[in-house]
Every structure is written in structure tokens, then in C-alpha cells.
């Protein structure tokens, strides 16, 4: 999986890369949050990210706006007879009629590496021990949006109380007014026995506004919670992925 893996994303982190070596970034958080009314009613809350690409050489300067929805649930917790099983749908869009996403949800239960704990170089690779819990089936989504979107967006629809939403229009064509972006589902490796979506390394907010693309981190189940097969309905085998 990690060759694979590799060897899909390569080009893309050697482009990055190329583009990165010429050009500085600074990302900064704006204080009031996002906040995007769905089709059912629900409200999402996320961060508004600018980011500034600054060309070395040509000394050109352009910005591009990172709407940023952190700890997103895509399945039912899988806690009791759900363990080992395959996800769950959730009963609707979000758990929540007003939702939180401004901040990273717990990792998935597995063991803390502490072989070289003090290493930078190991450590960063390291799920906070005290961030971990069966209760993990979440993602992360970072997507660049237009100035005429953030302006109906955030601009226009800026709150200052989460609990107060309700002038917040749903608006299904606002995201139809420029082209479609592709989308990129970073999934991690680590044999099946450990990661997570939320390390540092794997935050998609330059590459989404380098590369104009929707950048999605996603959550797995690993290690027995994962991959235990019985040969029974009660534990299939593979419920991580």
C-alpha cells in the first residue's frame, strides 16, 4: 500500500515542490468563522484560511481563500455491536444542526510509537496518545473558493454566534458559477496499524490553493478495530476500509 501510494503521489509532491521552491507562503486564520447552510437546513462551521503565494523572483503576489472543514463525521461511531463491523450511514447530513468543524476529532484507537520519542523526525509522524478514540470516523476537507463565492459566503453571511443561523441562505448555485475542481483523497499508510488524518504533514490547505483542488484527509480504523475477521457477521474482516 505504501509503494502505491508513493508512486501515485510523486508527481504531485515533486510539482508541489518545484512550484514551492520559488515562491514563499503565509497562511493566516481569519477570526469569524464560515458558515455554509446545506440543503437540509444544517449548518457546517469551519475556518476561513487565506493564503499568500509570493513569487520569488517575479516578486508577484496572489491569494487564495481556503474554506477549511475539519472532524467532518462520515459514518455512525462504530462502539458496541457496531465494532467490528462495516460503517454505518449516518441518519443525516451531519450529527448536529449546527456543526463544528473548526477543529480535528480524535484518531483511531492503536499504539503510540515510543521507540524514538524526541525525534523530530519521528514524532511528526506520531499520534498525540492523548488523541485517540473508537469514536473516529471523520475527515478533514480543505476547499478553494472563488472571491465571489467567499463573498456570498462569508462576507455577506458572517456571524458572530454559532448558535444564531438563522440568516443564512441556502444557495445550491453559488458553487456552480465556476468550473468543477478535481477532488484528492489522501488516505494513510502505516501498515494498518497506526496514523491518522490530523498530523501536521498531511494539512491540505497550500496544496488546495496551489493547485486549485479539493483536498480531502480521511480517518480509518486500524489494527484489531480494523481488520479482525472471525468468519462471522460480527466481524467480517476489513471494517477499516
Given amino acids: 500500500m505504501h509503494i502505491a501510494l508513493f508512486a501515485i503521489l510523486l508527481p504531485v509532491l515533486l510539482g508541489l515542490a ?9 497562511v493566516s486564520i481569519s477570526r469569524e468563522k464560515v458558515k455554509l447552510k446545506l440543503a437540509n ?20 503576489s496572489t491569494t487564495q481563500v481556503i474554506y477549511e472543514f475539519l472532524g467532518v463525521p462520515f459514518a455512525q461511531p462504530p462502539l458496541a455491536d457496531k465494532r467490528f463491523q462495516f460503517p454505518y450511514r449516518l441518519g443525516s447530513v451531519l450529527p448536529d444542526n449546527v456543526y463544528d468543524a ?8 492503536q499504539e503510540i510509537d515510543t521507540a524514538f520519542t524526541g525525534l523530530r523526525d519521528a ?3 506520531n499520534t498525540p496518545g492523548s488523541n485517540v478514540d ?17 463573498a456570498y459566503l462569508y462576507t455577506q453571511q458572517t456571524l458572530g454566534n454559532l448558535a444564531n443561523s438563522s440568516n443564512i441562505v441556502y444557495n445550491g448555485s453559488v458553487f456552480k458559477s465556476t468550473p468543477l475542481k478535481a477532488s484528492m483523497l489522501w488516505i494513510y499508510g502505516s501498515s494498518f496499524s497506526g496514523g491518522t488524518a490530523n498530523l501536521a504533514v498531511y494539512d491540505g490547505t497550500v496544496l488546495a490553493a496551489l493547485e486549485s483542488v479539493i483536498v480531502v484527509g480521511t480517518n480509518y480504523r486500524v ?10 457477521a460480527g466481524a467480517p474482516g476489513n471494517a477499516g476500509l
Fill in 123 to 125: 514524532d511528526m509522524w
Fill in 41 to 60: 437546513g444544517q449548518v457546517l462551521v469551519g475556518n476561513r484560511k487565506k493564503v499568500q503565494l509570493k513569487n520569488a523572483v517575479s516578486q508577484n
Fill in 223 to 232: 489494527g484489531p478495530l480494523g481488520c479482525m475477521y472471525l468468519n462471522s
Fill in 102 to 109: 473548526t477543529y480535528q476529532r480524535p484518531a483511531c484507537m
Fill in 134 to 150: 473508537e469514536n473516529c470516523l471523520y475527515f478533514n476537507l480543505w476547499v478553494p473558493v472563488s472571491p465571489d463565492q467567499d
Fill in 18 to 26: 518545484l512550484a514551492l521552491d520559488d515562491m514563499s507562503v503565509s
